[in-house]
């Protein structure tokens, strides 16, 4: 027995990022009314997707943003591990990749799928997001949490990103996806964090890495990709798979062919996903270009922080800039003592002209002095 988190339509009405700007979120179905179903949604004119026993589930093309089918695209979910891309998209960005990282026991001991990080051992940031994203290291999730100011600030950080994403139905609990009250995403929202994922070349390359070797307090060992369907499916690229007893099986991966990228996501699926996603991607490729889409892939919002603004005039003074005395002073004149001022200063320039005439007049009379 399980209970969706919260009906599709019910999104909030806006989200605050860390930049002090709020993002209105829409009330109706991002990237489409049709995706407002919970039911199969799907082109007309061709055969439906493959059955699959996922709740949850999107086909899309990268490329152009197009919904090709989905399955209760905006239901929310535990999403597990797929979270994980959020916290990849979000934070490669911020920090630098050769940056040394001596993780705390913190990490080291954090619950479920590890990487085996070591209080004894010094990492890169690139080793860190290559133990995330490939081996689902949830001491690797925590480890760069921490090194991005803590907890509380990815959280902030993660769920910023979704809402300038217009990833609405993601609320971010934990770095790693570990079940937490009120955490979700949906299928569509995997899709489109994917989507901005794989627009970044860091991304790609850790996603698609199948081995590396990573290092331990004595040398390094092996560690590799857990995406089956790098293994076995023409073309794919890679992402992310996720599991735990409460959200069950989740995934989100693309492949390319032919110069055309499909993405799929599914949510809580109860067994064996990789056949069925593969069909899912093989239906993606047959229909892309040949049918009217059932949604879009929205394109993110512009970032606040990356809109020039415009230069002030020249002639503009800020108040910073004036003599810390006269502006002092000025405040506290009254309207009368304002007008005087502005008669004496009026005055004194006055005489400095007059007497800067005069003195002009007795050096051309006199000559120069030295």
């Not at 032919?258 to 093989?282: C, N, P, Q």
Request: charged share 20%.
């Amino acid at each position: 027995m399980w209970t969706k988190l919260v009906p599709v339509t019910a999104l909030i009405a806006s989200a605050s990022l860390t930049s002090g700007t709020a993002y209105a979120a829409p009330t109706t179905p991002v990237g489409g009314d049709a995706l407002g179903s919970h039911g199969l949604v799907a082109p007309e004119g061709v055969k439906k997707p493959p059955k699959n026993e996922a709740t949850s589930f999107v086909i899309a093309d990268v490329d152009t943003g197009d919904v090709l089918a989905a399955k209760d695209a905006h239901g929310r979910y535990l999403p597990a591990s797929t979270l994980k891309t959020l916290t990849a998209v979000t934070l490669i960005p911020k920090l630098d990749k050769n940056r040394k990282v001596r993780p705390s026991d913190n990490a080291c001991n954090q619950e479920g799928t590890a990487v085996g990080l070591s209080p004894k051992t010094t990492y890169k940031v690139d080793d860190l997001f290559r133990a995330l994203l490939m081996s689902s290291g949830n001491d690797a999730a925590m480890a760069l949490a921490e090194t991005n100011g803590g907890v509380a600030r990815t959280m902030s950080d993660m769920n910023a990103e979704a809402k300038r994403l217009q990833a609405y139905d993601t609320v971010a609990k934990t770095p790693s996806g570990l079940d937490k009250p009120g955490q979700s995403s949906s299928a569509y929202d995997l899709a489109l964090i994917a989507r901005a994922g794989l627009a970044n070349p860091a991304f790609r390359g850790y996603i698609s890495t199948k081995t590396a070797n990573f290092p331990a307090p004595k040398g390094h060992y092996e560690i590799s990709n857990h995406n089956k369907l790098l293994w076995r499916y023409k073309g794919m690229i890679g992402i992310k798979n996720g599991w735990t007893s409460k959200a069950l099986g989740s995934f989100v991966g693309a492949a390319t062919r032919d110069g055309h990228t499909i993405v799929v996501s599914i949510m809580r699926h109860e067994g064996y996903f990789w056949d069925e996603v593969a069909k899912l991607l093989d239906w993606g490729f047959s229909v892309r270009g040949k049918v009217t889409p059932v949604g879009k892939l929205v394109d993110p919002l512009p970032d606040p922080q990356a809109i020039p603004r415009a230069s002030a005039p020249a002639s503009h003074v800020t108040p910073a800039a004036q003599p810390p005395l006269l502006d002092t002073a000025g405040r506290k004149q009254s309207d009368s003592t304002k007008l005087i001022g502005a008669a004496v200063i009026g005055g004194g320039l006055l005489f400095g002209l007059i007497w800067l005439g005069y003195g002009i007049r007795r050096r051309r009379r006199g000559g120069s002095r030295v």
